[in-house]
């Protein structure tokens, strides 16, 4: 018995200081390489490729202000086509006729009614002035106690009644002057007359044709200066300034650039899409590009 307390004893300090030595002062190396891991912050995920630090691009046709089918203005009959497509005109050029006698002869005898009409206004007043001698006479007469006080104003009232057939008939020449005026207008919706220079994109119609009002006859379009409107998100309002430089481009012409501005910003926007309209002038020479051809627009540095 006394040889086995020895070892006993040995042993039970052993374990006495294992267990003291399993309470160190610092944690273990696995836990600070987990608190170093909570602190670090993820890297910031890149921003978006269409947000308004990068350029801006859209697309949309190429256009100009001036472009109109121009149609009748009245029913007739195309007597006359003088230029057809694709003729170069000047503004003010005579394009086509309607027949137009019938018309022309109504206003010939409309300007002779006139005519008439005037030279009876020359025949009352010749003779207001002598019905207006007349009464100067019956009032010296009255003066003198020559004559009655009814003779004197018979011919006061009839000088008066003579004045007021000169207005009547005045009036009448007026009427007469508007009917003038009337065919007059007819008469010029005859003609077919390009409002502006531009080119004859298409014709319509045909000589000996009978066309009614509001037919087409021609499509005259200007060449210039293009313009380019498309539309961009509601979000970028207020990012693209008037005047602003912008490229253009046609995925049809792939050699060509061209510049131009921002030339007009719609102010309000389109509920139904939620987007604006943006309106491009061209500036320089155009090169190929001609209206109606779909082209892309490029602005940089929107801010």
């Keep these: 018995m006394q040889s086995l307390i020895g070892p006993i004893v040995f042993a039970a300090v052993l374990v006495a200081t294992g267990c003291g030595d399993t309470k160190p002062a610092t944690p273990p190396v696995p836990n600070a390489a987990s608190a170093s891991t909570v602190h670090s912050a993820p890297a910031p995920a890149p921003e978006p490729v269409d947000t308004v630090d990068t350029a801006i691009t859209g697309s949309g046709p190429i256009i100009v202000e001036h472009q109109v089918e121009m149609t009748a203005q009245r029913d007739g009959v195309v007597q006359k086509i003088f230029f057809d497509a694709p003729a170069r005109v000047k503004a003010g050029t005579l394009l ?18 006139s005519r008439s009409i005037a030279a009876d206004i020359k025949n009352w007043e010749s003779e207001a002035e002598v019905l ?17 006080e009814e003779q004197l104003q018979h011919a006061k009232f009839k000088a008066e009644s003579d004045q007021w057939d000169i207005k009547r008939v005045t009036e009448t020449l007026n009427t007469a002057q508007e009917e003038e005026r009337s065919l007059e207008l007819e008469l010029e919706k005859t003609k077919i007359i390009a409002p502006f220079g531009g080119l004859i994109a298409r014709r319509y119609v045909r000589e000996g044709q009978n066309v009614a009002k ?3 006859f021609f499509w005259l379009t200007a060449e210039g200066p293009l313009l380019m409107r498309f539309t961009l998100p509601e979000k970028l309002f207020g990012h693209v300034r008037p005047g602003q430089a912008v490229e253009v481009t046609s995925v049809n012409l792939p050699g060509e650039k061209h510049s131009g501005r921002v030339k007009e910003i719609s102010p309000v926007m389109d509920p139904s899409s939620g987007t604006f309209e943006v309106l491009v002038e061209l500036m320089g020479h155009h090169g190929d590009l001609r209206p109606g051809m779909t082209a892309n627009v490029r602005l940089d540095n929107p801010r």
Aim: proline share 0%; hydrophobic share 40%; aromatic share 6%.
């Design 214 to 216: 509001g037919d087409r």
């Design 132 to 148: 207006k001698a007349d009464y100067v006479r019956a009032q010296r007469l009255w003066d003198l106690g020559l004559t009655s």
């Design 96 to 113: 086509a006729k309607l027949d137009d006698r019938q018309i022309s002869a109504n206003l010939r005898a409309a300007r002779a009614k």
